[in-house]
């Protein structure tokens, strides 16, 4: 129990920095707000906090909304 107690924590921590950086992606745009929502995406996928189809398909997501934005 103690065991999950400290991995729910943690994994609270990484779920909040990735919806943070997704957050301020769709808010800003832009080349550096998307390689940082990556990076926190894959991270959490790396942990098992998102599952790999669903890291896939928010990553997905954020670039359809950057190739729109630049068009």
Known sequence: MRGDKRRNEVNKIVRTRAKRAIDRMRKEGGEEALR???????????R????????????????????????
């Not at 940082?36 to 790396?46: E, M």
């Not at 669903?54 to 954020?62: E, G, M, S, T």
């Open 36 to 46: 940082k929502a990556f990076s926190a995406i894959d991270r959490a996928a790396k």
């Open 48 to 71: 098992g906090v998102y599952h790999k189809g669903k890291a896939d398909r928010l990553k997905a997501r954020l670039s359809k909304l950057v190739k729109k934005d630049s068009k």
